[in-house]
């Protein structure tokens, strides 16, 4: 008989955790609507464009490796209640920042908060979620990703003519939904499976009676239990074990691809790609809130399907199709017409928020057995964040050198192989309890 669910509590604590993706959402898109008063204020060449840009980044690979560290030692809740603080700080000081160099610094100081929010709201969502809805609800952290978004571009497109503070109020705004995550993670239980890690049968037994029937309780105690042998003390070393190697690596390329792909690029520099073609500042922050509100359209969609139609098919959907439409997209830009530009824009957003924007995320949080789990998730995730760096650090200089049109080309080139990786490196994981992937890949380590 199927278990019963608390759907109630699964979905607000999804929700709770969730609000890190909000906040993630909110500190990659707001950098696109401030961007333009930034370069007018500080004097932004290409290079400190991009590394403006990219230092979010830059704290986010210390994030990660900070969060893994708290969500092996102290927990998942005490790693998101910190991501919480940073974010309310860190919106604070980049509304308030001085010069060009106390910016940077704050918006490096945000980035600590993503990337501890990156690794530990999935991870969260996955460990408290039953199998065969595991996908959906950690879905919602990509939801509450590309919300963030929309609501961002919504505020900044709102506050474009308010004087050339604007990019103060842009940025400081993000206090807001800080205390809100902050709040909500206070309500929230600690993770059953670290509670069962640490030896605490009692405490994990009764969070999982919160989430389902005792019938569901029991067996996933006796489930965990298979994959647990007391307290361990994860050293990278194991992670990198020969054992551990092949699934690691898998997730690494798989967090690598969802950025080397190129879409950020389009996130980030909306101004930059459309002021190509002679948009105006007003015209260029519309845009951005058409591509975020195409976002949402089809995360919702994808939130839908992943439980549906499996993990792979999908991303080898998103891989292909961004492939060739990155190849129109260059066309038009090597034309200079800007016909159509805005049409297979939207549509390339659409096709990466329905296949590798949530599903990335999601298996990351499924492949990795429990004893490395919050390592070696931190892993995969901090070297997200060193290709999302490179990206964005570099396509300025590029389309400036090259043009924007060899970029898009460039990155279509890298979605082709991001296909021949997914078919041949990713196994299915729909519908499967976290420990019975975790045994079918270590029975089958280098498949």
């Not at 930034?38 to 004097?43: I, K, V």
């Not at 993670?185 to 009692?202: A, C, K, T």
């Amino acid at each position: 008989m199927q278990a019963k669910y608390n759907w109630g509590f699964l979905v607000g604590a999804s929700l709770a955790s969730a609000m890190g993706g909000y906040l993630f959402g909110f500190d990659f898109a707001v950098i696109t609507g401030g961007l333009p008063f930034l370069r007018e204020q500080f004097g932004l060449d290409a290079f400190w464009e991009g590394f403006t840009t990219g230092s979010l980044a830059l704290g986010c690979m210390m994030g990660c490796l900070i969060a893994g560290n708290i969500a092996d030692r102290y927990g998942r809740k005490p790693g998101l209640l910190a991501a919480a603080s940073v974010f309310f700080l860190s919106s604070l000081s980049m509304g308030l920042a001085p010069d060009l160099g106390f910016f940077i610094f704050s918006r490096f100081f945000a980035g600590i908060g993503v990337g501890m929010a990156s690794v530990l709201s999935p991870m969260y969502i996955a460990e408290i979620s039953p199998p065969e809805v595991r996908g959906r609800l950690v879905a919602i952290n990509q939801l509450t990703i590309v919300l963030g978004q929309v609501v961002t571009h919504l505020e900044n497109f709102l506050l474009r003519n308010i004087g050339t503070d604007a990019w103060r109020w842009m940025f400081g705004l993000g206090t807001a939904p800080s205390l809100l995550f902050f709040t909500g993670v206070l309500f929230l239980p600690e993770s059953p499976r670290w509670l069962l890690l640490g030896g605490r049968e009692n405490d994990a037994r009764n969070v999982l009676c919160r989430i389902g029937s005792a019938d569901f309780t029991k067996g996933t105690i006796e489930t965990i239990r298979k994959t647990l042998h007391g307290i361990v003390k994860v050293s990278y070393k194991k992670v990198f074990s020969k054992t551990m190697l092949p699934v690691v690596l898998t997730g690494i390329g798989l967090a690598v691809f969802q950025q080397f792909c190129g879409i950020n690029m389009v996130f980030n520099y909306t101004t930059n790609i459309f002021e190509s073609i002679g948009a105006s500042t007003s015209e260029q922050l519309l845009q951005a809130v058409w591509i975020a509100l195409s976002n949402l359209v089809f995360t919702l969609l994808a939130m839908a399907l992943v439980d549906r139609l499996g993990r792979k098919p999908i991303m080898l959907f998103g891989a292909g199709g961004l492939a060739v439409l990155y190849v129109i997209i260059g066309s038009i830009l090597y034309r200079s017409t800007g016909n159509g530009l805005s049409l297979f824009i939207l549509m390339a957003i659409g096709v990466y928020a329905m296949s590798l924007a949530p599903l990335t995320w999601v298996l990351i949080s499924e492949i990795f057995p429990n004893q490395i789990r919050g390592a070696a998730v931190s892993i995969a995730v901090l070297s997200l964040w060193f290709a999302y760096f490179i990206l964005v650090f570099t396509f300025p200089a590029i389309a400036k050198t090259y043009g924007p049109a060899k970029a898009f080309w460039g990155y279509a080139v890298i979605c082709v192989l991001g296909f021949i990786f997914i078919f041949s490196r990713v196994k299915e994981t729909k519908g499967k309890s976290l420990e019975d992937i975790e045994k079918e890949l270590a029975g089958k380590p280098n498949a």
